[in-house]
């Protein structure tokens, strides 16, 4: 099974683990090379350096066209929508999950083929443990 990560941090670092251990091949993209080099120690794990996010190639890159999940979980709200827009209606990902903090926008967004989560780490670990 193939899983994409669009963003790091401190749910990256906690995701990466479990999506292994759940027996995914996980590529993560991310702009932080010093995060990426710190999953990358975990020979499963694939990483792509993101430079410039207006290059879609990166998806490419990452096959999110074969991924069986989706998850974007990056700092920004309007990124991860954008990419699980992506990952949902270009590539036809099955399983996508988004991390929106803004209430007005997991509204706007909650249309049901796209998985929104909140702001909680707690509430975004246990929400996509139910999803998966």
Known sequence: MEAVVYGGGILGKMLVPHLVQSGY????IDSD??????????TSVKTIWLQDSMMQ??????RVDIAELFLAVS????ANLLE???ATTIYNVQNVIC?????QLQHL??????KI???SLLTIFQDIETKL
Do not use: R
């Not at 991390?99 to 209430?103: A, F, R, S």
């Open 33 to 42: 090379s010093e995060f990426l080099e710190s999953v990358s120690l975990d």
């Open 75 to 78: 700092s920004d709200d309007h």
């Open 57 to 62: 190639n990166y998806l490419e890159e990452a």
């Open 109 to 114: 967004f909650n249309n049901g083929d796209i």
């Open 117 to 119: 989560v909140g702001s």
């Open 84 to 86: 699980a827009q992506t």
């Open 99 to 103: 991390l929106v903090e803004n209430p």
């Open 25 to 28: 091949e996980v590529t993560i």
